[in-house]
C-alpha cells in the first residue's frame, strides 16, 4: 500500500473516531418530564412521524451539497436504516439567508402548518450578523415555544464551526450565540445536537479534514451533512447509523430528463470533447431532441484560472430573476493538464469549479439545471500512476457533491464516446 493511500486511511479513521466521540455525548431526547421523545417510541412502533427541519442555507438545499439533497433528507434516510418499518416523513424548511427574525414571520406556513410531531431548529450563522445576543435568546426561546404549542416536540442544533475569513462572522462571536443555543435547550429542557463541537474538534485535530467537510468557510458539503443527519438521527433514536454508503440519485439528470420527455430543446454547456458527444448521447434514448450545446473551452493556463471562468459564467448570474438564458445541463471536463500548486489548492479550485457551474437551488430537491463531471481518464485513456492520482485529487473534491462523475476504470478499453454515451443512458434512468 503507497504512503499516501495510508495518509488518506489513516486519516479518515482520525475523523470517524473524532466524530464518534462528540457523538457519544448525545443520548436519546428527553422531553420536559425527563422520559424520552414521543417521537423515538413512534419511530419504533412503526407509527407516523412527521419532522420539519427548520433553519436557514445550511438546512436548505443549495449547491453546496450539489443542489438535490441535504442533511434532512439523509436523516430520513438514516431513520429508516434504524427503523425500516418506520413511515417517515421528513420537511425541509430551510432558507438561505434567514435568521431567528426572518424564521418567526414564517413559522405558520413552514413549519406549523404541517402539523409535525418534531421540530428540528438550527439558526445562528445569520443572527450573528443581524441580530444581538439578546434578540437571538428571546426569538429562540419563542420558536420553542410556538412550536410547542402546536403540539410538536423540538430539538436544537448548533451550527457547525467555521472559518476565520468571513469578516461579519468572526468565530469567536458565533461561539457566543453556539453558547445561547446550549443554554436555552437547558432551560427548555431539551436535546441540543451539538454539531459546532463536533465541527470544532475535527478542525483542531486536522484542519484539512474539516475542509473536507466544507463547501465554503460557512457551509458544510455533502460530507458535513453526513454528519449532521448522523447525529441528528442518534441524539432522536439512542443509536448510531453510517450514511457512508448513500444511494444514489435517479434519474441522475431531472431536468434534463423533464425537458426530453416534455420535447423541449436542451440546452447544453460542455467542456471538449464532451461538446461533440453530448448531442448524440442524449439522442440514442430520445431520437427526436433538439440540443443546443455551448463549447467552455477550459483555460489551459492553471485550475485556478478555470475556476475564474467558471465563477464569471456561473449561478449567480441568474440569482436575480436576471433574463438569461439558463443551461439545462453542465458537462465539466477539467483536463489533466489544469495544475494548482499545491493539493490544497487543487481541490479548492476543483470544487468551487463545480460550485459556480451548480444552480443556487432556489427550490428544495429541484435544481434549476443539471451538472456532471468527466474525469480526465475517461477522454484522455490510460491508468499510469499519473493519471490515477489526478483522477483520485479530482474525486476527492467531487465526493462533496452529490452529482454524476464518470471515471475510466482499469482495464476498460471502450472509446470515450462509448463510454460517456452509455453513462448518459443510464442517468435519464427514471
Known amino acids: 500500500m503507497s504512503s499516501g ?5 489513516t486519516g479518515i479513521l482520525l475523523l470517524c ?41 445550511i438546512t436548505g438545499v443549495y449547491y453546496h451539497t450539489g443542489g438535490r439533497r441535504s442533511w434532512c433528507d439523509l436523516l430520513e434516510i438514516a431513520l429508516t436504516r434504524i427503523f425500516p418499518e418506520a413511515q417517515i416523513e421528513v420537511i425541509n424548511a430551510g432558507v438561505s439567508g434567514h435568521d431567528t427574525d426572518a424564521a418567526l414571520k414564517r413559522m405558520e406556513s413552514d413549519v406549523l402548518r404541517h402539523a409535525p410531531d418534531l421540530v428540528v431548529v438550527m439558526f445562528g450563522m445569520n443572527d450573528v450578523r443581524s441580530l444581538t445576543t439578546v ?64 465541527y470544532a474538534a475535527i478542525m483542531a485535530a486536522d484542519p484539512a479534514a474539516w475542509q473536507r467537510l466544507m463547501s465554503d468557510t460557512i457551509h458544510p458539503n455533502l460530507r458535513g451533512h453526513r454528519i449532521f443527519a448522523e447525529a441528528v438521527a442518534r441524539a432522536i433514536t439512542g443509536r448510531q447509523v453510517s450514511l457512508i454508503d448513500l444511494p444514489v440519485l435517479h434519474p441522475g439528470l431531472p431536468c434534463v430528463l423533464a425537458r426530453l420527455n416534455a420535447r423541449q430543446p436542451v440546452r447544453v454547456v460542455a467542456m471538449p470533447p464532451y461538446d461533440a458527444l453530448i448531442a448524440s448521447a442524449l439522442r440514442h434514448r430520445f431520437p427526436d431532441s433538439v440540443v443546443e450545446v455551448t463549447t467552455w473551452q477550459p483555460d489551459a493556463q492553471s485550475l485556478a484560472a478555470i ?3 467558471a465563477k464569471e459564467t456561473g449561478w449567480w448570474r441568474f440569482r436575480d430573476g436576471a433574463a438569461l438564458t439558463r443551461p439545462d445541463l ?23 469549479i463545480m460550485n459556480w457551474s451548480l444552480s443556487n437551488g432556489k427550490k428544495p430537491a429541484q435544481p434549476e439545471w443539471d451538472c456532471l463531471v468527466v474525469l480526465p ?23 462533496g457533491q452529490d452529482i454524476p462523475w464518470l471515471r475510466r476504470q482499469p482495464g476498460e478499453e471502450r472509446g470515450a464516446q462509448v463510454l460517456f454515451s452509455a453513462w448518459v443512458d443510464t442517468l435519464l434512468d427514471p
Not at 416536540?153 to 476565520?164: K, Y
Request: charged content about 25%; overall charge positive.
Open 5 to 9: 493511500r495510508m495518509k488518506k486511511i
Open 17 to 57: 473516531g473524532l466524530y464518534l466521540g462528540a457523538c457519544a455525548q448525545l443520548s436519546v431526547a428527553p422531553t420536559d418530564d425527563g422520559v424520552p421523545l414521543r417521537v423515538s417510541a413512534k419511530l419504533a412502533g412503526g407509527q407516523p412521524v412527521k419532522i420539519v427541519c427548520f433553519g436557514d442555507s
Open 135 to 198: 434578540v437571538f435568546r428571546q426569538n429562540l426561546q419563542t420558536i420553542v415555544q410556538r412550536a410547542r404549542g402546536g403540539g410538536a416536540e423540538v430539538m436544537l442544533m448548533t451550527p457547525n464551526a467555521i472559518g476565520p475569513d468571513d469578516p461579519i462572522r468572526p468565530p469567536a462571536r458565533l461561539d457566543e450565540y453556539v453558547k445561547i443555543v446550549r443554554e436555552v435547550g437547558r432551560e427548555l429542557k431539551l436535546t441540543v445536537v451539538d454539531t459546532h463541537s463536533i
Open 307 to 309: 475556476e475564474a471562468q
Open 330 to 352: 453542465v458537462v465539466l471536463a477539467v483536463p489533466s493538464t489544469a495544475q494548482a500548486p499545491t493539493a490544497g489548492q487543487f481541490y479548492r479550485s476543483y470544487y468551487w
Open 377 to 399: 481518464s475517461v477522454a484522455e485513456g490510460g491508468m499510469g500512476p499519473d493519471k490515477r492520482l489526478l483522477d483520485e485529487r479530482a474525486l476527492e473534491a467531487i465526493g
